[in-house]
């Protein structure tokens, strides 16, 4: 089993800049892909950003330029740097891991303010 805690979340204004974490233990194995969804309300979850363990990463065209995902591989923690919110941003954020099974971390939420 893996357990994923996230951190970081709040409300900002817009223009501002949040810096999310996800910190994961358990049965990790040295090759996994981590990973940052968010679901607003009413909508679907969708994907923000990846990166692998290599450091490979991928973005939605939504946030390309204004967020990014690192990892620190030695702590199995991903973060999500996130700068110039918009309110369309908000949302709850939740981390995921696959190894290749799959883990969801409990959300953290992030409000952006017009």
């Known amino acids: 089993q893996v357990q994923l805690v996230e951190s970081g979340g709040g409300l900002v204004q817009a223009g501002g800049s949040l810096r999310l974490s996800c910190a994961a233990s358990?049965?990790?194995?040295?090759?996994?892909?981590m990973g940052w969804y968010r679901q607003a309300p009413g909508k679907q979850r969708e994907l923000v950003a990846v990166?692998?363990?290599?450091?490979?990463?991928n973005y939605a065209d939504s946030v390309k330029g204004r967020f990014t995902i690192s990892r620190d591989n030695a702590k199995n923690t991903v973060y999500l740097q996130m700068n110039s919110l918009k309110p369309e941003d908000t949302a709850v954020y939740y981390c995921?891991?696959?190894?290749?099974?799959?883990?969801w971390g409990q959300g953290t939420q992030v409000t952006v303010s017009s």
């Open positions: 990166i692998t363990t290599g450091g490979t990463t």
């Open positions: 995921n891991l696959r190894n290749p099974s799959l883990y």
């Open positions: 358990g049965s990790i194995f040295s090759i996994n892909v």
